[in-house]
């Protein structure tokens, strides 16, 4: 097992177009994460799935951003009309159900819309 | 609702020596896991060490140890014998017995000076 796989690494949009980002957890991890995290800041929560449920969304998720993850293995993150304000890295990860052990992390996507 | 403050944006420690993060917390849950993360440049995001709330003894991973006071809500990190992989970004993060998903600080950048 690799880890936690995400792909791709850079993206550059164009403002107003869709991006979809997928991650590919480890194969044994029930639980998967989206955070954002913009320059200087730390991580902030997206959106949780356990299994193919999405079970919680934050209200950064707004309407334009939808996240799946189907049979419960990968899962994508899409973002429709993109906004100069997207820009951030995207990362996600993945934990077992008991989750007391932390998260393990992907390397992040890097969205830029100009 | 928890917050994770981080008050030193920088910090620097010579090689060999002991440097110590902080991170205080504030939440009015009595079951909660604090961790500490550190974040290489363009590099993913690694557990450093964790510590359950319930537990009185303090964490310890190799060189990497917590001061974990409950009543104060602070939960500094302390690098021993720092040495010039150490250096990245420092997250300090909290996660609610009943949630899932992890708050983070700002982060505290740490530089490691031959």
């Known amino acids: 097992d690799t880890g936690v796989s995400q792909d791709p690494r850079h993206k550059i949009t164009k403002r107003g177009q869709n991006v979809t980002f997928r991650c590919d957890p480890i194969?044994?991890?029930?639980?998967l994460y989206w955070y954002r995290q913009t320059l200087g800041q730390g991580p902030e929560f997206l959106t949780y799935?356990?299994?193919?449920?999405?079970?919680?969304k934050s209200r950064l998720l707004s309407d334009r951003f939808s996240a799946e993850r189907p049979k419960g293995s990968f899962s994508t993150l899409e973002i429709q009309r993109t906004e100069q304000g997207d820009s951030a890295m995207y990362l996600c990860?993945?934990?077992?159900?008991?989750?007391?052990?932390?998260?393990?992390f992907g390397s992040g996507t890097r969205l830029t819309v100009v | 609702a928890q917050t994770v403050t981080q008050s030193q944006p920088e910090m620097s420690v010579q090689e060999a020596e002991t440097v110590t993060l902080s991170c205080t917390y504030d939440?009015?849950?009595?079951?909660?896991?604090l961790f500490w993360y550190k974040q290489p440049p363009s590099r993913q995001m690694i557990l450093v060490i964790r510590?359950?709330?319930?537990?009185?003894q303090n964490a310890t991973e190799n060189r990497f140890s917590v001061n974990f006071q409950k009543a104060a809500k602070s939960f500094s990190l302390k690098i021993s014998d720092s040495q010039l992989g150490d250096a990245a970004m420092y997250f300090c993060?909290?996660?609610?017995?009943?949630?899932?998903?992890?708050?983070f600080g700002t982060g505290t950048l740490l530089a490691v000076q031959p």
């Open positions: 990860a993945s934990s077992p159900d008991t989750a007391n052990y932390g998260y393990t």
């Open positions: 194969s044994e991890h029930n639980r």
């Open positions: 799935f356990q299994n193919e449920a999405q079970l919680e």
């Open positions: 939440t009015s849950e009595s079951d909660y896991y």
């Open positions: 510590q359950e709330a319930y537990k009185q």
């Open positions: 993060a909290y996660r609610g017995g009943a949630t899932n998903k992890l708050i």
